[in-house]
């Protein structure tokens, strides 16, 4: 990956990059495919044996189906299934049912009835003309196939008579252990995607996963002890109550996206009222976070510095007369600086995005010699702005080189690892173009 | 603060829950330690009572404590679910007044002995759920559910009206969310049945377990509700941003939807389009901004072209907004909302109900805040005169149900009139003609 090289050029592998982005996925799909054939393999020479309960593999198929049909949007354009993940977890980790006690299946069993409740509840979604969500189907399939490979080599009558803590226990421990498999394997695929480090995709994440995490372990855990008295039944109990925790979930991740787009939307007030080229603070606020991300900025951050972008110019608003073409960068500093503060005074008046009326208020200070220093996001909004000034929406090679040329001959204005960074992002852009 | 009918109302709840409590067989049975089971349902019940959550508006909170009370139905039968219910009266949340506790101890511990009842009455089993009775368990359980949250909404719905407008309870807080809390009740009293048949297995440490989830939908819910909070708030910071360009017309925005909203609720419009013309009403002359200064700021006559310019602005006021995920409906309310009954409005010229029904609520309100406002060719006229103009112009450039229904809810609700805007300060921020102002129409150059 080359988020995390600052070349100050466009690195000359590119082409590999944007290859190795499919081979993540690639790799992720032809590991769930191998292991979803094996399992049925497996499970269709095992057919006739005594163990396979058909009453419980259906429910749970039935449940894992339901639960895919409702996909969880979340923040980030990220997508969850926690019902489906309830459903096929409890499946791989269930001891033992009302009517037949302690219940023996392998792993393989657990894999085929994932994959087939998954796939009945995606084809709604492929009806619908939505995507099919093939990337997260497999995570999860290869999440459920590591706790079913190890726990159901534990299963037994002498395991279940234990006192419950000791069952309890290793069921926890197992529950981290997908959560961590899942995490991990979606912050592979989403570093792949933004071109994000690895490390900051994890602990983002993490970060954002947890909660829905916790809710999911906890409701495996439910679901498998409850099976003992309650039997399949149980299934249909628990729906209730994890729909509602869906429910709180999808509006809360629902508002959030209203949000980003009004503040998209109305950011757009000044090019509509004539103070910036059209097009100007999306590309800006594009630019902004694709370079904040090559720098390693976490998404709590990266949110607010799209919010600071989109909103750089907001300033403009208070001004009598619109600058000739919008350009900021070619006003006086001590304009420039009024319009950010100005900026910043309309924001902060929200009362609730007080980061972003900092980085729009400092985007004037200069990276060098100011006291105190302009935060980072500032930065990149200042180099981001001027870039955006001088090159607009053509994509003419020359034009952005000379551009940044301009921009990196300014070091005391425009920070040097930003200016780097940002050469690298507009080369990219560049080139996705052609 | 609360009326006699209600103090009356919560004396008779409270008077009936003590005689039927009273009456009720007081033992506990079912399984061993029952008294810790029970001091631990009332701990649950408590804990999920203290995380009320807002649901959607701040008036209607949401908690999961009832699945505490019908746990105890299962484990420990109706007396001890009447007893886990009364916890409500000692309830942590400390804003609660000494009326609304003795109703809610009350109602909680009325509906767990209801819901223990029928539970009974349907041959459900109390003590621990067995695998062979399971089946019946859950039929009797069901029925519990169903009637604990019917018993507990009756009885709100109670208070609701004879408690109305005393702050307890607000009418379209509660409607507008009954659907979806009601499911959530239904949903979490389930829950209620998972505990007593972990309880077996685990003991108290069922009811820890279960709290997991409870707590992160709680989370989830909270952060919605953090969520509106900050997005209605930079909603309103932009609209203010939007408005400084003119001295004359700030708060116009938030004014319009005010009243906008006032004639939706007269007029019975859902919450959920209530709140898109709330937006809708904020944002209605975003697009003004795509007008050229020195159209908005012209003192004679205008030309056909600068006419044209104004008369684009609801256009350019849906281009802006047309991406955020509003309702329609509300992007309708923006573009139509200078539009006459008579036809001969902007920009499309639409006539009587060929205008969206947002449109002409937004239309009323405009004109209306247009007219009680200062403006530099003329002081703010009193509500009294502007609501004569309206009248005038109901059925010509209004719709009459429309003015009529924002006549009856300035009755109810009072109208807080702009500040009294002096001279501005600085002169050339001052827009000479008003398009909203029906008074005073724009003067276009005629070209004979």
Redesign the interface.
Known sequence: MTGGTLTGRPAPDRVAYWQALDSGRLLLISAAAMLVTAAFAGTVLDIQSRHLNWRAALAFGGFIAFGELLRLALPGGREAAPIAMVGAMAYALLMSLPKEGVVHYNALLVITVSAIGMTVGALPHIAAGRPAGLTGMCTRLITVACVAFIFRTFVSASFVDQPWEFAFSIMALLVILGWLVETMVGALIRADDVGARFSVAMWDEMRLQWPLGLAVGASVIITVFGAKDMGLMELAILIGPLLVTQIAFRRYAGIRATYLQTVRSLARVTEVAGYVEAGHSRRVSRLAVAVGRGLGLAEKELLALEYAALMHDIGQLSLRDPIPGGATVLVSPADQEQIAELGAEVIREAGVLDDVATLVRCQSWPARGHVPAPPLGSMVIRAANAFDDMVGSSTDRDRSAAALERLRLDPAEYDGRVVAVLAEVAGRRVSSRL | MVSRAAWLYISAVVAITVLFVASAPMHLSGIPHPLFALVTLQALFLVCDSVKTPLISRQTKWSPSSAATLAAVVLLGPFAAALVGATSLISMRRQLHLPERLFNGAMHALCGLAAGEAYLALHGHVG?????A??AI?VAFAAAAAVHVATNHALIWGIYRLDRGSGMLRREALESSLP?LL??D??????G??IA??W???GWFAAL??L???F??????G??AE?????A??????C???E??DYYTRGHGDRVSRGAVMIARQIGMSSDRTDAIRFAGMLHD??K??V??QVLQKTGPLTEDEYAAIQLHPM?GL???????FLYEALNGIMHHHERIDGRGYPMGLAGHEIPEFARVIAVADAFDSMTSTRSYREAKSIRLALAELRKGAGTQFDPLIVEAFIAALDREEWRLPEPAGVPADL??VTVQDHDDPTAPLRVIEIP
């Open positions: 621990f759920p067995t695998a062979s399971f089946r859950v979806l499911a959530s239904l949903g979490y009293a389930c829950l049945l998972v048949s972990l077996q297995i685990m377990l279960v997991v989830p409870l992160v939908a709680r989370w989830a819910m952060q919605f969520q509106q909070r900050a997005y708030a930079t909603m309103n910071a932009l203010q941003a939007v400084t360009k975003v697009g901004l795509g050229p200064t350019r281009e802006i907004v047309r991406e955020i995920g050339a921020t």
